[in-house]
């Protein structure tokens, strides 16, 4: 079974600039999240799909971050324009039942 | 609200050495607990996890048990190796709504 798939591995980007990052879950699952993990800290969730459909975005800055989720499979974070502190790893995780997350191998985005 | 706190880091072992790894958690209601394993380039890979009280979860030699008294859930495991090196992740899901909170991660390294 294929795990979840993002894209690109790397970005570096100077700010004010403006970014999107893809992910592909596993297949059927329904729940996708989406993690900023900064530099020495845990993940925190910054959005969650159920389908194609926003379950939780209360912890997304929605005034530079925005995602969607075409037709409930593949998903894509944006940020524009990009402040410093925005660098971080971005995490893409799936779930078919809610309660075991899978997660994929993140973007580490720099912002300059 | 859900919080998660586990041993600053970073630890620094010799192979075949002990290693134990503090977390402890603040819940409302009763969640399930994980432990999560970051190598070096990677992404997030479940260890094992503890839905109930005194279960112990294990996996590659790594043990932690549910302990509902304490509000623990310490990760061990009796002799490590090179291998082992990564950052580790106490986390909490809420079985509510299955929210995963992280702790900040501890780094372990291993030498030989």
């Known amino acids: 079974e294929a795990g979840v798939a993002q894209s690109p591995r790397y970005k570096i980007i100077e700010k004010r600039q403006s970014v999107a990052f893809w992910c592909n879950p596993i297949?059927?699952?329904?729940?996708l999240y989406w993690y900023q993990q900064i530099l020495g800290q845990g993940p925190k969730l910054l959005i969650q799909?159920?389908?194609?459909?926003?379950?939780?975005d209360s912890q997304l800055p929605k005034d530079r971050f925005s995602a969607e989720r075409l037709k409930g499979v593949d998903s894509t974070l944006k940020i524009q324009p990009a402040k410093l502190e925005d660098s971080a790893v971005y995490l893409c995780?799936?779930?078919?039942?809610?309660?075991?997350?899978?997660f994929g191998p993140g973007t580490r985005l720099t912002v300059t | 609200g859900n919080s998660v706190t586990q041993m600053e880091g970073p630890v620094t072992l010799s192979e075949e050495a002990f290693l134990t790894i503090n977390c402890t958690y603040t819940?409302?209601?009763?969640?399930?607990l994980f432990w999560y394993v970051q190598y070096p380039g990677e992404g997030l890979q479940l260890l094992l996890k503890?839905?109930?009280?005194?279960d112990k979860g294990s996996n590659k030699g790594f043990e932690a048990t549910y302990r509902k008294e304490t509000t623990s859930f310490h990760l061990e495991k009796g002799s490590v190796q090179v291998s082992d090196s990564a950052v580790y992740f106490c986390?909490?899901?809420?079985?509510?709504?299955?929210?995963?909170?992280f702790g900040a991660g501890t780094t372990v390294t291993v030498r030989a």
């Open positions: 995780a799936s779930s078919s039942t809610g309660y075991e997350q899978y």
């Open positions: 297949s059927g699952h329904a729940t």
């Open positions: 799909f159920q389908n194609n459909g926003v379950v939780d």
């Open positions: 819940a409302t209601g009763y969640p399930s």
């Open positions: 503890a839905t109930k009280a005194d």
């Open positions: 986390a909490l899901s809420d079985k509510r709504d299955y929210k995963l909170s």
